[in-house]
């Protein structure tokens, strides 16, 4: 049986004067009440509410680990996506579920200055992309070895955007934090990137140095994944050469391998034949066609230090 209802009262100040939420050892489920509301008695997942206690309830997940608690963004966030008469989406894997509530993308206009910040959950629902034109600030990685291969990941089948599909080495967002704002030298796009080849790939930052990465251009593109989510996205483009050690998180990756360049010819061919499955991100397609081969080129040759161009954002939507 779920535990009696609480007070929204006693719940905003929980949430005001709690760092996290992590009552229950091992794995756990939470059940937050939502907000004041009545529901007509044929909606099976909720029950009409008093005027004193709300019997309708949000689930969360709770992972035992400190990593894995839940902060008071994290229900905030829950809350205020959660429209009226809602859910949030038992469908979606836990631990993508929790970082779509608790990760806070940087918003910004179509020449990259910075206008707010929301949930990655709300920067990637198609609605809102379409209906309050929402764009984030994102980055993808293309990190070769000492032979020149190019890492390639398979993303896992539980991401919430774009599961399967093969793309760049790694692919995620700078959050709306201090290090990851710094705009000089493009230092908050690198942190970001330091950090999510660790959380994705297990590569540790002492096998990528910030000095290492190389931020060379930036693009715009809009792209559905399926009916609901979808990517509004200012990427930022950025190489490395480092040979690492490679521990991928089943969480965030299904497959990994090194690919040189007929080997990457041979696998844009199957995915436009539709062979085998083979699936590219779209980002990762407007790379290729756009500038990869080139980049490529300079970085086995020295001179990529030329192809650095962080004025234009190439608007390729």
Same mark, same amino acid.
């Given at each position: 049986m779920p535990p009696p209802a609480i007070p929204i009262r006693a719940l905003a100040s929980f949430v005001s004067t709690s760092r996290s939420v992590s009552p229950f050892p091992g794995n756990s489920t939470i059940l937050?009440?939502?907000?004041?509301f009545s529901v007509s008695s044929n909606n099976p997942s909720f029950s009409c509410c008093s005027s004193i206690f709300c019997k309708a309830f949000i689930t969360v997940p709770v992972i035992?680990?400190?990593r894995?608690?839940?902060?008071?963004?994290?229900?905030?966030?829950?809350v205020s996506s959660t429209k009226m008469g809602g859910t949030v989406d038992e469908s979606m894997d836990a631990v993508q579920r929790k970082l779509m509530f608790e990760d806070e993308c940087i918003l910004v206009n179509e020449e990259d200055h910075?206008?707010?910040?929301?949930?990655?959950?709300?920067c990637?629902?198609?609605?809102?992309?379409?209906?309050?034109n929402l764009l984030h600030r994102a980055f993808s990685v293309f990190l070769f070895n000492s032979k020149y291969e190019l890492l390639l990941q398979q993303r896992s089948a539980t991401k919430v955007t774009f599961p399967?599909?093969?793309?760049?080495?790694?692919c995620s967002h700078p959050l709306y934090r201090e290090s990851e704002l710094i705009q000089e030298n493009n230092l908050g796009v690198k942190n970001?990137?330091?950090?999510? *080849?660790?959380?994705? &790939?297990?590569?540790? $930052?002492? !096998?990528?140095?910030?000095?290492?990465?190389?931020? *060379?251009?930036?693009? &715009?593109?809009?792209? $559905?994944? !399926?009916?609901?989510?979808?990517?509004h996205e200012l990427d930022y483009l950025v190489f490395i050469v480092r040979d690492v050690a490679l521990h991928p998180n089943p969480e965030e990756v299904a497959d990994v391998k090194y690919v040189n360049k007929e080997q990457l010819k041979e696998l844009i061919r199957k995915a436009d034949a539709g062979e085998?499955?083979?699936?590219?991100?779209?980002?990762?397609?407007?790379?290729?066609?756009?500038?990869?081969?080139?980049?490529?080129?300079?970085?086995?040759?020295?001179?990529?230090?030329?192809?650095?161009?962080m004025k234009t954002i190439h608007k390729l939507t």
């Open positions: 937050f009440p939502y907000k004041f035992s680990g400190s894995s608690s839940i902060s008071r963004k994290t229900i905030r966030n829950l910075v206008i707010g910040h929301d949930s990655k959950y709300n990637h629902l198609m609605e809102k992309i379409e209906s309050e399967l599909v093969w793309t760049n080495t790694c970001a990137a330091q950090r999510k *080849l660790y959380d994705e &790939l297990g590569i540790g $930052p002492e !096998d990528v140095p910030i000095d290492q990465f190389v931020a *060379l251009g930036r693009m &715009l593109y809009k792209a $559905p994944s !399926d009916g609901k989510w979808g990517e085998d499955g083979v699936k590219l991100s779209p980002w990762f397609r407007l790379v290729v066609d756009n500038f990869l081969i080139d980049w490529w080129n300079k970085t086995e040759n020295g001179t990529l230090a030329d192809a650095i161009d």
